[in-house]
Nanobody
Framework: QVQLVESGGGLVQPGGSLRLSCAAS????????MGWYRRAPGKQRELVAK???????NYADSAKARFTISRDNAKNTVYLQMNSLKPEDTAVYYC???WGNGLYNYWGQGTQVTVSS
């Protein structure tokens, strides 16, 4: 059974930082592309950042220079370090595991990030 369990969300002031974690089980983690997506209220889910099995990364324009995605294959965990957070970063953040051009595609339950003073 595949499980992606996110943690690390919460309430933070503008300009603050958070680190999200996603622990995966039931997949050969090192083979999967891992990604972070988010859905803000009233908006569609969008890509934030993704990291391939070879650790090449891709960021949404809104995340560049502020967010860093990384992975630890020994711990089956992917991280999203978020700095200089803005109110518009408020959203539910979802972890994604993808393999085989989407043949296998899994989602976590999401973690809420709220940026507010």
């Amino acid at each position: 059974q595949v499980q992606l369990v996110e943690s690390g969300g919460g309430l933070v002031q503008p300009g603050g930082s958070l680190r999200l974690s996603c622990a995966a089980s039931g997949v050969v983690f090192r083979l999967y592309e891992m990604g972070w997506y988010r859905r803000a209220p009233g908006k569609q889910r969008e890509l934030v950042a993704k990291i391939s099995s070879t650790s090449s990364t891709n960021y949404a324009d809104s995340a560049k220079a502020r967010f860093t995605i990384s992975r630890d294959n020994a711990k089956n965990t992917v991280y999203l370090q978020m700095n200089s957070l803005k109110p518009e970063d408020t959203a539910v953040y979802y972890c994604n595991a993808r393999w085989g051009n989407g043949l296998y595609n899994y989602w976590g339950q999401g973690t809420q990030v709220t940026v507010s003073s």
